[in-house]
């Protein structure tokens, strides 16, 4: 079957329209994914010393026992 390969979606027009005259919404939207995604390594070393060093929890901790 044949793909129409000229095809772009009104919304697909809208976006490149809109990002075409808002540059700065381009560079807003990587600061936000850094911000929340892309984070630094963790260290497995710490992470395993500090799953060692917490305290198990009671099953029902309002208990008086």
Not at 6 to 15: A, E, K, L, R
Not at 45 to 59: G, L, M
Request: proline residues 6%; charged residues 25%.
């Amino acid at each position: 079957m044949f793909k129409n390969t000229q095809y772009v979606s009104d919304f697909t027009q809208f976006m490149q329209g809109y990002l075409g005259d808002n540059p700065e919404v381009a560079q807003g939207q990587l600061e936000g994914r850094a911000l929340l995604w892309d984070k630094a390594p963790l260290d497995l070393d710490e992470c395993s010393r500090s799953a060692e060093s917490k305290v198990q929890q009671k099953p029902y901790p309002y208990q008086a026992d």
